[in-house]
Nanobody, 121 residues
Framework: QVQLVESGGGWGQSGGSLRLSCAAS????????MAWYRQAPGKQRELVAHITSAGSTNYTDSVKGRCTISRDKAKITVYLQMNSLKPEDTAVYYC???????????????WGQGTQVTVSS
């Protein structure tokens, strides 16, 4: 089994900062990539930021320059530092893990349970 535990969500003010964390554990041989997605009420889930095991990153345009994704390979943990928060950042944020499992080394994708981020104006 594999578990993803997200933390760091909550309330923030416009212009403020929040840091999300997602820690993976369990039968993980290696991970290929981790990512953060978000889903606002009435909207589709969208990619926020993505990072590969090698450290390559990409961001959706709306967060470029304001958010930084990073990972700790040893801890299989991904972080999302969110700065200059805006009300439109309000959403449930989901962590996604793309990995190879133990013992089969099959490639799988797991999602976290989501953490709410609410930004007040």
């Amino acid at each position: 089994q594999v578990q993803l535990v997200e933390s760091g969500g909550g309330w923030g003010q416009s212009g403020g900062s929040l840091r999300l964390s997602c820690a993976a554990s369990g039968r993980i041989f290696s991970f290929n990539a981790m990512a953060w997605y978000r889903q606002a009420p009435g909207k589709q889930r969208e990619l926020v930021a993505h990072i590969t095991s090698a450290g390559s990153t990409n961001y959706t345009d709306s967060v470029k320059g304001r958010c930084t994704i990073s990972r700790d390979k040893a801890k299989i943990t991904v972080y999302l530092q969110m700065n200059s928060l805006k009300p439109e950042d309000t959403a449930v944020y989901y962590c996604k893990l793309d990995f190879r499992s133990l013992p089969t080394r099959n490639r799988l994708v797991y999602w976290g349970q989501g953490t709410q981020v609410t930004v007040s104006s």
